[in-house]
């Protein structure tokens, strides 16, 4: 008993000092990143008042790299000064010292290369708010996320997202369409089954969950449902902490066919009916094909529905610049 307790008050110094350290490692980052944005302005400031600005700017930059290695070591390479000068740049429209940059500074120089602000911007508040990795925000990036949430807003919601960042108010607000799920890294041809599919996203749970979004925690695969003794199988279930609502995931590796939008519906029946608490809301379905026909979907589903979802999946990391021309013609 005597070791147990000695064992605790061990752990709970410890655990006091590391959240010490933390705090401190924040708190030098959030400063260094303050000062690089100031020493960025500053670099910018001396450009404009000199002359020849593109060779001035060069020279002004080795010449300043060079002092400030001398004086201060290693990470003021021409090279992280342009950094700087870039972080400045992306940053400086209504932009303070006193402004709190929460991420890291390896974040920002990736976010300073983000040339739409708007997009930027949306990156910057869902990369604090997720706690997402340098890895984990390239990805979302490289997968066209911030076209994929404005391809399925109203035109009124999509303005939202530069400045609040996802809102998650309804179901429809957590749809995507399609969903990338190129990290479990199947090919594009049809050579694989829907077990196989469904493996894959069990093996890349965390990363699915990350595609997935806010909110979502796994309960179950393969949940059995039986009606009149007749026995089913859904195939993935999940729960979204933010709606309050069973997520129901049905996957189909080839067309959507409407026998299986009738067999969602009878998954959302049976969750709504038997396993969903009364506090809780409706359950959703979100049926993940391969392909789809919209206006199959439109005409089998009711015109009130706001339960059941057909999206496509892609197992490859699609072309950024494809979603960006989607976008425009949608606009």
């Known amino acids: 008993m005597h070791l147990e307790k000695e064992s605790s008050f061990y ?24 000062t690089y944005w100031q020493i960025g302005k500053r670099i910018v400031e001396e450009e404009q008042e000199g002359e020849g600005r593109a060779k001035y700017g060069k020279a002004l930059l080795k010449n300043l790299s060079v002092e400030l290695t001398q004086e201060f070591g290693k990470g003021y390479s021409v090279d992280n000064l342009e950094n700087m000068r870039k972080f400045y740049i992306a940053f400086s429209k209504s932009e303070t ?36 990795t340098l890895r984990e925000m390239r990805r979302q990036f490289d997968s066209g996320l911030f076209e994929r949430l404005q391809l399925s807003r109203e035109r009124s919601k999509v303005k939202e997202l530069s400045s609040k960042g996802q809102i998650i108010e309804s179901v429809s607000d957590m749809i995507k369409d399609p969903y990338i799920l190129e990290f479990i890294g199947l090919p594009v041809e049809n050579s694989y089954s829907e077990s196989e599919l469904e493996q894959k996203l069990i093996d890349k749970l965390e990363h699915f969950l990350l595609e997935l979004g806010k909110g979502f925690t796994f309960v179950a695969r393969q949940k059995r449902v039986t009606i009149d003794e007749e026995h089913f199988a859904v195939d993935l279930v999940f729960y979204n902490r933010i ?29 709504d009916r038997y396993e969903r608490l009364e506090n809780e809301n409706p359950t959703v379905g979100i049926i993940l094909c391969r392909d789809k026909s919209d206006a199959l979907v439109k005409m089998t589903l009711p015109e ?3 339960q059941i979802y057909a999206s496509q999946y892609l197992t490859v990391l ?10 425009q013609e949608s606009e």
């Not at 752990?11 to 303050?34: D, P």
């Not at 920002?108 to 997720?130: K, T």
């Not at 699609?318 to 979603?323: A, G, H």
């Open 11 to 34: 752990n709970e110094i410890k655990e006091l000092l590391q959240n010490a350290k933390n705090r401190v490692y924040s708190t030098i980052n959030t400063t260094m990143t303050q």
């Open 318 to 327: 699609p072309n950024k610049e494809e979603f960006q021309k989607i976008l």
């Open 243 to 271: 709606l309050k609502s069973f997520v129901v995931i049905d996957l189909k590796i080839g067309k959507l066919k409407h026998q299986d939008i009738g067999q969602m519906m009878m998954y959302v029946n049976y969750f």
């Open 97 to 132: 010292v006193s402004r709190k940059f929460k991420l890291s500074w390896s974040h920002y120089i990736f976010l300073s290369r983000v040339s739409n602000q708007e997009e930027r911007r949306f990156y910057e508040i869902e990369a604090v708010e997720n706690s997402w």
């Open 304 to 306: 009130d529905n706001s």
